[in-house]
């Protein structure tokens, strides 16, 4: 098809012709257009389908805003469903295809929904599918999933990249139109340095859709030489193609930028898209404004859209909608848009202007005071029907309508922090209030200067201003000579009586809808849009938001502002999902950590598990062991028996510094740290600020200011987020400092009756660490090869043990040379699994039973939750709730038949009980296989069970089959003395 409605100039490169499919037919545009006036070039005016009632639209505006003109781009794994052909820049190739539909655009059965909407009014979904009951998961379930949604996925893999990035800067600029250029250029003079970011692919703003001039030039030639003045500076960064999504807290801007959206596929190892964290000392909103409708009837049919958007087509992309358009006005604006199209050649049937002083033209008939009261056209406008101020009704044939009801300045980032707009009374439209994000100012149309010389005005001051913050003097620039005309408007929302006037034209609300949720009381704003789904469509609202609080407010016999509006909530624009995992995808999701003895395990066969994001070695499986468990119980008993070593770096590591790290340790923990001795360690158990059992582990003292924390390896984040938050926002004024080494250092537990002599052949001779010079509980800091290490004498498994540290890059080292010591003590080494099942037998708690419900009652360490001293969480573990006399009490549990398991999750209940949640005494947390005892052993919290032990129960789990005797015993099966560990 040929360019019939392609007229002359425009900012398009007609050297540079491209080819395109939508919906399976080809067509032809050239380099700079959009999706959007290439398809109106070639007389295509209908491109999508409404939501509910998937009646006929085609685009409304030319930008991000664009409710209508919604499609699929691409096909296949790289299909994009809802994106706006208006945004979309045309490249060769380009493939579209229309959405909501079925089986055509032209032809869409499911517009049946329009011929029962009376069914399908505001609110209908609380009043329908209610009965018969069982209809709703064979029947209306069914069919609303398949109707619901906006698009498809492809449900393949996308085979693009996703990153994300940081940037700083001293001014971030958003938008680059007049105001947002010249604030850029303020700053840049002035050595500021300058982040410029703008949606477009062509920055400018309004200028490349106007034809008024600034200076001397043309506008869109002016900031053509201001973006390559700016382009001269090294201190300036231009970000075309890149939305600014939402302010966030201490000056933090989210910004997408579409680095390959404009081609077919990107270049191998680029991204498609990224997304940046932007670290702005001060910002500058200069995101424009966005032309609002006017409501009546059938006002939804392709080819009607806003006058703004009719002069984007014509001026900077050389594309009318038809050759005969009208205007429906309520300002001037609408008039200038009939001006720029005649100039271009088109044809202009009227101007219907609401005011009855409406100015007029010579060349162009004016209709004073008139209305639009029906228009024609199944699948695109034929012609309009109007009523004049003499109530004459007038028929007029035109292919487009143009529509201004007035300006609505962009401040949806203004608002991200809860901050409210206020009413301006002059442009009849919310402006950006007082309760601005830290460091943001509002400049150009954003903040309600609707003349292009208030906008260059704006922009240089707010510049000026921000700077001046930061101690930065910046010279106000030469502004030009351009149009200051005050704003001429005449508020007019909608026509009165029209029976199907759109307000949300993707959602399909109505003026009638609006009335609907008046008449059943939902006239709170919020209400109102979750009743109606006003404002809940891809465009957020932001062509419709306005309208429906208008007719709101008139219902109510309110002004507008007294009826409010909705909160702005980020991203302005949709944002794809993809763009915010960037790369954290498929293995990059979790990325793996590996122990620094990774490769030796490897190395000898080691089976791996993930625990965290680590990679473990779970068991080391030897020649002739066919089962796991084989491996395992051999690691146990040589352990016992002899020595064996663990890698045990992933447990969490914190070093807590400063004058006082003893005072602090003693809030968090609830037990005392307060006199720890330096070169001890002590055990500590962390309560949540509700006195739930958060983590335990040892606090080492290497100093007067000094300790080495040690946690859970699943809650090593946890903890240390929590410490951070305790030493920030609680007490904020002690002296101490924390940092995380969990990486910084390899650690290793060495276990078993020869550790001791172990170790004494690989730690440097100067350092004595025989029983009397190194205690139990004693640490410090030793050498090993002239390397600087730590030890700890702590254990894990009950046994005399040890933990050696050395700077991660020597973990390897470290390993081959301990297996290589305990070569004559025939030392094993040790996987999770083992690890797992010396604890179980120790009594030791861990993260099953550290669950997020379980107290210290319930652990068995009540005891430890000093009186003495005030900490975090000590206070309300003592509720009733807590300290119930039958609370849950950590027990051991044996099998009465020594062949028969114990199975974790598996529930206690009298011998004589029946299973029902009411008889359930408690429940089983951690089982295993003990090869020292010869049979299964668990822990688990029973009530009142520490004055159970000896008791047989039942262990039931009626999922798995298992429904046997079990003893409550002590939970510590091996040497419950500890005997063994201070040996």
């Keep these: 098809m040929s360019q ?83 945004t979309a820049e045309l490249f060769d190739g380009l493939e579209a295809t229309s959405q909501n539909r079925w089986p055509s655009l032209a032809f869409d059965a499911m517009a049946i929904n329009d011929r029962l909407s009376r069914f399908f009014a505001a609110g209908f979904y609380y009043k329908t599918f209610m009965w018969p009951a069982a209809f709703w998961e064979k029947v209306y379930e069914p069919i609303i999933r398949r109707a619901a949604g906006l698009g498809a996925l492809s449900a393949l893999d996308d085979p693009d990249a996703y990153d994300k990035g940081f940037r700083h800067c001293d001014l971030l600029v958003i938008g680059a139109g007049p105001s947002g250029l010249l604030a850029a250029l303020t700053a840049a003079r002035a050595g500021a340095e300058v982040i410029l970011a703008d949606e477009d692919f062509r920055l400018g703003g309004r200028l490349n859709s106007e034809t008024y001039s600034i200076g001397d030039q043309p506008g869109a030639d002016w900031a053509s030489a201001v973006m390559a003045e700016l382009g001269s500076f090294a201190n300036v960064r231009i970000m075309p193609r890149t939305t600014v999504l939402g302010g966030f807290d201490h000056g933090i801007y989210g910004a997408l930028e579409r680095v390959w959206d404009h081609v077919a596929t990107p270049p191998p190892g680029k991204p498609r898209q990224i997304l940046w964290r932007i670290y702005a000392k001060r910002a500058v909103l200069a995101a424009g404004a966005t032309e609002r409708p006017i409501a009546f009837e059938n006002n939804d049919r392709p080819g009607i859209m806003l006058a703004s958007a009719l002069r984007s087509y014509v001026n900077r992309w050389a594309v009318t909608p038809a050759r005969q358009v009208a205007i429906f006005t309520n300002n001037d604006d609408g008039h200038r848009a009939a001006m720029d199209l005649q100039a271009a050649g088109v044809e202009i049937a009227a101007i219907l202007d609401t005011r009855p002083d409406a100015p007029t033209h010579g060349e162009v008939e004016v209709l004073q005071g008139a209305t639009i009261t029906q228009t024609r056209g199944r699948l695109g406008l034929t012609g309009i029907t109007v009523t004049t101020a003499d109530g004459t009704e007038r028929q007029l044939a035109c292919g487009a309508l143009g529509v201004s009801g007035g300006w609505n300045p962009n401040l949806h980032l203004a608002s991200h922090h809860r901050g409210r707009p206020t009413w301006d009374e002059t442009i009849a439209a919310f402006v950006p209030g007082d309760s601005l994000p830290d460091g ?67 959602n399909d609300v109505t003026v009638k809808d609006i009335q609907l949720a008046h008449q059943e009381n939902f006239t709170s704003v919020e209400h109102l849009k979750r009743y109606t789904t006003l404002g809940m469509a891809t465009d957020q609202g932001k062509t419709s938001n306005m309208g429906g609080l208008a007719v709101m407010a008139e219902l109510a016999g309110k002004p507008i502002p007294e009826v409010g509006t909705t909160m702005f909530r980020p991203p302005y624009t949709p944002t794809a999902i993809g763009a915010f995992a960037g790369r954290s995808r498929g293995a990059a999701f979790r990325p793996t950590r590996k122990t620094p003895s990774h490769h030796w395990a490897e190395e000898q066969g080691a089976v791996f598990v993930e625990v965290g994001m680590w990679l473990r070695a779970q068991w080391f499986p030897r020649p002739g062991e066919t089962h796991w468990r084989q491996a395992v119980d051999r690691e146990v ?59 335990d582990g040892t606090a080492a003292r290497l100093a007067e200011d000094h300790f080495v924390v040690t946690t859970t390896t699943a809650n090593a984040v946890s903890v240390y987020r929590h410490m951070e938050f305790v030493r920030q926002c609680l007490f904020p004024d002690m002296d101490v400092q924390l ?166 999750g598996a529930h206690l209940v009298a011998q004589d009980a029946p299973v029902t949640a009411a008889q359930d005494q408690g429940y089983v947390t951690s089982a295993c296989f003990s090869p020292h005892l010869g049979h299964a052993i668990a822990l688990g919290f029973l009530k009142s069970g520490g004055a159970r032990l000896g008791e047989i129960l039942r262990v039931v789990s009626p999922l798995t089959g298992v429904d046997h005797a079990v003893e409550v015993v002590s939970p510590h099966f091996i040497d419950p003395e500890g005997e063994r560990l201070r040996d």
Aim: aromatic share 6%; charged share 20%; glycine share 10%.
């Design 4 to 86: 019939i409605h392609r007229v002359s100039g425009g900012q398009i490169d007609r050297a540079t012709p491209l080819s395109f499919r939508f919906d399976g037919k080809t067509y032809g545009g050239y380099a700079g257009d959009t999706l959007a006036s290439a398809l109106l070039a070639n007389g295509v005016r209908l491109m999508g389908r409404s939501f509910k009632y998937h009646r006929p639209r085609g685009p409304l505006t030319a930008g991000s805003e664009e409710p209508n003109a919604i499609i699929t781009l691409r096909s296949g794994a790289r299909a994009e469903p809802n994106t706006r052909a208006t």
């Design 440 to 506: 943001l100012r509002v400049a150009g149309a954003a903040s309600g200067q609707l003349t292009t010389a208030g906008a260059l005005r704006s922009g240089a001051e707010c510049a000026q201003a921000a700077l001046a913050d930061l101690g930065i003097i910046a010279p106000c620039p030469d502004l030009p000579e351009t149009a200051d005309a005050p704003v001429r408007l005449t508020p007019f929302w909608h026509v009165a009586g029209a029976k199907r006037a759109w307000l949300d034209q993707q």
């Design 637 to 695: 008993l040589q352990t016992r028996k002899s020595v064996g070593i663990c890698d045990v770096t992933t447990l969490g590591k914190i070093d807590v510094q400063g004058a006082d790290a003893a005072a602090f340790l003693n809030r968090v923990y609830c037990n005392p740290f307060a006199k720890v001795p330096v070169g001890k360690v002590r055990y500590g158990l962390m309560l949540r600020e509700d006195g739930i059992a958060m983590d």
């Design 739 to 904: 940092i995380s080494t969990t990486e910084a250092w390899a650690q290793f537990s060495v276990a078993g009756p020869n550790a001791r002599r172990l170790l004494q052949k690989a730690v440097d001779p100067e350092h004595d660490i025989s029983n009397a010079a190194f205690p139990y509980m004693a640490c410090g800091e030793i050498s090993v090869d002239g390397i600087r290490a730590r030890l700890f004498r702590i254990s894990f498994s009950g046994e005399l043990a040890y933990e050696i540290a050395v700077p991660t890059r020597y973990g390897d080292a470290l390993i081959r040379k301990l297996m290589a010591a305990g070569a004559e003590y025939d030392v094993v080494a040790y996987g999770s699994e083992a690890l797992s099942v010396m604890r179980i037998e120790k009594g030791h708690p861990a993260g099953n039973e550290l669950n997020g419900t379980t107290t210290a009652l319930n652990l068995g360490m009540a005891r430890m939750v000093s009186e003495k001293k005030d900490s975090i969480g000590s206070t309300l573990s003592r509720r009733a709730g807590l300290t119930a006399p039958d609370a849950l009490r950590l027990v051991g549990l044996k099998p009465v038949d020594p062949a028969l398991p114990v199975p974790a």
